[in-house]
């Protein structure tokens, strides 16, 4: 992809900024009824269940974690403890960012207009900003938009808000499934990829891949 300034930047939060830290609330609370050997696969299905339950129609985020724990026991046959839901949903806000992240993002707003997009509450997402220190333009949530990504709703809320087309923004995330697919079938032309390692390369949907947000900056011709 050439050098191209959106008229903004918008973003994924969670894993892309935010260091996501559902697998490792799994591996813990989970210690005592998952062995070490099964706790990939666990993970896995933890993982699966949380994209399925945000397909539908919007529900608070805490029926979401609920209902993926729920299942998740129930297919692995392990008691379901609410306790469990209510540490990983009160965790969500306490997340900070990636280490290669707070720095080039205050390079890149000084240039251009950064806004998130994310699977998020109201009242969790805003400290999970703050930690990331550089100024954002908007923020925009799944409570807000009645809608998660990966359904376009979600999207169409962002544009329409911004009072922009899908050609005048630079969509940034790690994830395909949550973002980069719909962000291509809504017309987003130009996204960047963070290989994070969450999921495997998929050029079919048109990216620039950086390791982390320190290349971010260069894609944007601000090195």
Known sequence: ?????????????YGTLIYFEMAPMAQKLFAD???EAQMPHF????????????????KPYQEVIRNAVTRLCKKWGIEYRDEDSIAIYNAVPTWG???????????????????????AMNEQIHSNVANLEAPFAHVYTAEQAQAYKPR?????????????????????????????????????????????GHEPANPFYGYTEI?????LPGVVGLE
């Not at 992809?1 to 939060?13: A, E, G, H, R, W």
């Not at 993982?47 to 919007?58: H, I, K, N, P, T």
């Open 211 to 215: 390791q982390d947000i320190s290349g």
């Open 152 to 196: 376009l709703q979600a999207f169409e809320y962002m544009l329409d808000n911004l009072g922009c087309n899908p050609e005048d923004i630079l969509h940034v995330s790690s994830s395909f499934r949550y973002d980069l697919m719909s962000a291509h079938d809504i017309g987003i032309k130009n996204k960047v990829w963070v290989n994070r």
């Open 43 to 58: 993970v896995k299905d933890f993982s699966a269940y949380r994209l399925d339950e945000v397909l539908g129609a919007w």
């Open 33 to 35: 009824r998952i062995t």
């Open 1 to 13: 992809m050439s050098v191209f300034k959106p008229k903004y930047i918008s973003f994924d939060c």
């Open 97 to 119: 960012p990636h280490p290669d992240v707070v720095e080039p993002l205050k390079k890149v707003a000084a240039e251009i207009p950064l806004v998130i997009l994310s699977n």
